[in-house]
């Protein structure tokens, strides 16, 4: 089992930003680079979506089309840790987002949120007006 711990969610206004890691951990944790590391969020009476995932190896990077030109997902693999730099925040981008892995993902399957295996508890990103 892969440990996800999400941090740096809060309260932003409109147009500010907010950064998102998350670090991966675990017993049965295999080597940071081999996996496909995605955010997705949740809005209250919404389904959970895709934001942007970041493919296993030479880390090619997906977006939603919903957030392109705003947000920029990257990864240290040295640290273990992804993460997701939130610019030009809309009050449509509050929601409880949550950071997902998955190993070997390819890329044709990123936005694919039963794809992945392991899921983080989710952190809340309120952006008022």
């Known amino acids: 089992q892969v440990q996800l711990v999400e941090s740096g969610g809060g309260l932003a206004l409109a147009g500010g930003s907010l950064r998102l890691s998350c670090a991966a951990s675990?017993?049965?944790?295999?080597?940071?680079?081999?996996?496909?590391m995605g955010w997705f969020r949740q809005a209250p009476g919404k389904e959970r979506e895709v934001v942007a995932a970041?493919?296993?190896?030479?880390?090619?990077?997906y977006y939603a089309d919903s957030v392109k030109g705003r947000f920029t997902i990257s990864r240290d693999n040295a640290k273990n840790t992804v993460y997701l730099q939130m610019s030009s925040l809309k009050p449509e981008d509050t929601a409880v987002y949550y950071c997902?892995?998955?190993?070997?993902?390819?890329?044709?399957?990123?936005?694919?949120?039963?794809?992945?295996?392991?899921w983080g508890q989710g952190t809340q990103v309120t952006v008022s007006s």
């Open positions: 997902a892995a998955d190993p070997f993902l390819e890329s044709s399957n990123w936005s694919q949120r039963y794809q992945y295996s392991n």
């Open positions: 675990g017993r049965t944790f295999r080597t940071f680079s081999t996996y496909t």
């Open positions: 970041s493919v296993w190896g030479g880390g090619s990077a």
